[in-house]
Each structure stands twice: as structure tokens, then as C-alpha cells.
């Protein structure tokens, strides 16, 4: 593909050097459907990044779009702080009928504000609040969030250096296979709390992701998730499990801990739960944890009423019959199917392959390859990101809905983008 260099000298003049993802992909976008995005000057791109997991079920999601324009079009409420409303009620009263219900989860619904870093913030802030304690117990690679208090649990070094202050009440623990399999799960970890000499700040809980999204698509195993609920539950520790990327379908089932087999104490849910790419985040929390004072926690936009619309649309669409957890997982099939055959192409830069359901990474050997790669893919007209504290893994995305064609080629690109940066 060839493009022509965009105008982008109001963005390079008048915005904050602080943008990142408008570097990898140097044009100006205009519109998208679906799981393509076009930029103002025609060219067409395949979207396998689907707004950093925010948009499961595509661009402008017809279906979806229908109802926001309907809500929008009658004068429906916009904003409404944490007040009662029809759009909250109908997302309130489907959420529990084909999620909580069925799943046999008993989780009272928080609205924290509209972003997944103030849903780990309520998250932390009421852990501590029920057991009286300050620490948090983190693992190594997790991010979750850009906040002082998400990132105090979050463990890449360049993102936790722009906080500009300390950043305390937070321990690293190695996530699965950190050690590579050479120490016992959780040896470290138990012999701290046992031990009164160790000098570790008894916790007030633990937070996990299921799989390491911005961490290099670090999966950990049923088995890992499972041993650390009991550990948290045998030794008076709260578990949270943030599903913000990896919720909504992204694995497979609705939530991510679901294969695990596991009831957290507090799960903390964004991104997709709107449908729409609309800001909305849920605190989830077993009813004996709601501790909370009336407007102890509160923000000016966690009542976005357009993305209870949007949410409950997505909810009655896709989760009712149970058919979006089959096609993702029989999707992933063939996403790890081709990347495996580009891992045994080749072997000598391909370390490794991993993932689940619908998000999956390629990590290499050299560094600096996985960036060159999703250079190469964008010129090709495939949108795909790094993740991983080097940038070392190429992280694919796609939507949910993606179709198979479009899932295929956009995997003929990925394999054409490796060879041609050999």
C-alpha cells in the first residue's frame, strides 16, 4: 500500500508529546465499520487492535449504533451521576439475568467512573477498607492502570516512573511460569506471610490478571488460578481479578476466570462492557464486602447513561443463546493454528506463541522486532500493536465479530509482515 504522508501538523504543534499509539500508525482516520478503519484519504485497514480491547464486537456495530441513535433521538438521559435511570436499570436488570444468573455469581454492581483505571482504584480502595490493611499484593509484568494507586500494582518500570512520587503499599509477586517452572507456585509468597520475621506488610488482598495483556500475553495456567484463590482464601487475603482486556469475551466465556473455575471476591470490568468503545467500568464485589458509606466513592461520569444503552444492547445480542463463547474459542483455534506454523517457519526468531480465545501474542527473539513487524503490517494495511516490558510480542486483537475472511487475511498479512522483516 502507498500512502501519502498526512497532514499532521496540529497534532505534532498543539498536542502533548505524551500521544503514542498515532506514532505507530502515522495517518488521520476518519471512519470504520466493522473490523475496518479508513483513513481521509481512502486507504483501508484491517483492525486487529479493536481499540486496545475496547471494542469486542467491532466499529459502529450496527445493532448497537441502533439503539444509541434511538436513546440519543427520543431525548434519553446523558448524564446522570449515580442517579436512577430507565438505561441503568435495563443494563442493571440484563447484566443480572444472562451474566450474574446463570453463572451463579452473587456480585453487587458498582458504577466507579468511566475508565478501567478508576474500577481498580474502588477495587484497591475497599479491599482496604474491609480487612483494615494497606498492601496489595501484585505480580510481576501486570498492568492496571495509569493512576498512582493502579500503578503502584502495575510493573512496568517506564510506566511507574512517570507517576513522579513514590508509589507504596504495593508488592510484586511472580506471576505463572516467572521463574520458568524452577520453584513451586507461590513457595515465595506463603513463606512470607508465615514467617514474622520477613518483614512483609501482611495484605489486604491480591490482584491478578488472567492473561497479561500490555504484560506480553502472559496466560496463566487454570491450574496457577485456581492454587492462588485457595491461598488467598486459607490466609485472609481478598482475591481481585481485573478483567478489563480480558473480560467481556475476550478469552472465551464472559469473564476470564470462568475457565478456572474460581469466584473472586472483586472483579473489575471495562473496556467492552459498554459494546460500543463508550467509557463505562463495573466494581464487582460479593454482596458481605458492600461496606461503603453513601458517596464515599464517587466521580461526575460513571452514570454515562448512552453506554448502559449501548451495554444492554450487547448483552441481548451476543450473550444471550451462549453462541459468542463458541465462535471465539473455534476462532482462537485458528488464530493459534496459523501462528504456529509462522513459529515453526521461523524458528530461529520466534520464541513463542500464547493466548486464549481472541487475544494472542508472537514474541521474538531480537527486541526490536515485534515494532518492526507492526511497522511493516500497518504499511501492508493491518493495524497491530506491541505489548511486553520490551515490546517484544506482537499482540493480535481482532474483534469478536471478525469474520473468518477477515480474520484469515488479516493472519496472510501478519505471516507476509515477518518474512518481509527477516
Known amino acids: ?62 445493532v448497537l449504533k441502533r439503539a444509541l441513535i434511538d436513546y ?40 466507579p467512573g468511566p475508565t478501567g483505571t478508576n474500577a481498580v482504584e474502588s477495587a484497591l480502595k475497599l ?23 493502579s500503578l503502584a500494582v502495575t ?42 520475621g520477613s518483614g512483609f506488610n501482611y495484605p489486604a488482598a491480591v490482584i491478578v490478571e488472567t492473561v497479561q495483556g500490555e504484560g506480553g500475553i502472559n496466560v496463566a495456567r487454570a491450574q496457577w488460578l485456581r492454587e492462588l484463590a485457595d491461598l488467598c482464601k486459607r490466609r485472609d487475603m481478598l482475591l481481585i481479578v481485573d478483567d478489563i482486556q480480558m473480560g467481556c469475551g475476550r478469552t472465551g466465556a464472559f469473564f476470564s476466570f470462568e475457565e478456572a473455575g474460581i469466584v473472586p471476591d472483586i472483579v473489575t470490568v471495562s473496556k467492552s462492557i459498554s459494546g460500543y468503545g463508550l467509557p463505562m467500568a463495573l466494581t464487582l464485589f460479593k454482596p458481605e464486602l458492600d461496606v461503603w458509606e453513601p458517596g464515599e466513592h464517587n466521580g461526575t461520569f460513571r452514570g454515562n447513561n448512552p453506554a448502559f444503552v449501548t451495554a444492554a444492547a450487547t448483552l441481548d445480542t451476543y450473550w444471550a443463546d451462549g453462541q459468542m463463547e463458541k465462535q471465539t474459542l473455534a476462532r482462537g483455534e485458528v488464530v493459534e493454528t496459523s501462528l504456529l506454523a509462522m513459529a515453526d517457519e521461523h524458528r530461529r526468531s520466534i520464541v513463542s506463541v500464547r493466548g486464549r480465545g481472541l487475544v494472542w501474542g508472537v514474541e521474538f527473539a531480537d527486541k526490536e522486532r515485534a515494532t518492526k513487524v507492526c511497522a511493516r503490517a500497518f504499511e501492508l494495511g ?7 516490558p520490551q515490546s517484544e510480542v506482537v499482540k493480535l486483537l481482532p474483534a469478536l465479530t471478525i469474520s473468518t475472511e477477515q480474520l484469515d487475511e488479516g493472519l496472510r498479512v501478519l505471516a507476509r509482515a515477518i518474512r518481509e522483516t527477516a
Open 155 to 196: 510493573g512496568n518500570s517506564f510506566k511507574r516512573a512517570g507517576a513522579g512520587v513514590p508509589l507504596v503499599h504495593g508488592t510484586p509477586m511472580p506471576f505463572d511460569n516467572y521463574l520458568q517452572g524452577r520453584t513451586p507456585d507461590f513457595l515465595w509468597f506463603e513463606r512470607l506471610l508465615e514467617d514474622s
Open 127 to 149: 479491599a482496604r477498607k474491609v480487612k483494615g490493611r494497606e498492601s496489595i499484593v501484585s505480580f510481576t509484568n501486570a498492568f492496571h492502570g495509569m493512576s498512582l494507586g
Open 72 to 111: 440519543i433521538e427520543r431525548d434519553g438521559i446523558t448524564h446522570g451521576l449515580d442517579m436512577s435511570t430507565t438505561a441503568k436499570r435495563s443494563f442493571l436488570e440484563k447484566f443480572q439475568s444472562i451474566i450474574l444468573r446463570p453463572r451463579d455469581l452473587p456480585y453487587k454492581v458498582m458504577f
Open 1 to 62: 500500500m502507498t500512502i501519502t504522508p498526512p497532514d499532521l501538523s496540529v497534532f505534532e504543534t498543539l498536542e502533548s508529546e505524551v500521544r503514542s499509539y498515532c506514532r505507530s500508525w502515522p495517518t488521520v482516520f476518519d471512519r470504520a465499520q466493522g473490523s475496518r478503519m479508513y483513513d481521509e484519504d481512502g486507504h483501508t485497514y484491517l483492525d486487529f487492535f479493536a481499540g486496545a480491547g475496547s471494542l469486542n464486537y467491532g466499529h459502529n456495530n450496527p
Open 382 to 388: 493491518l493495524i497491530v500493536e506491541t505489548s511486553g
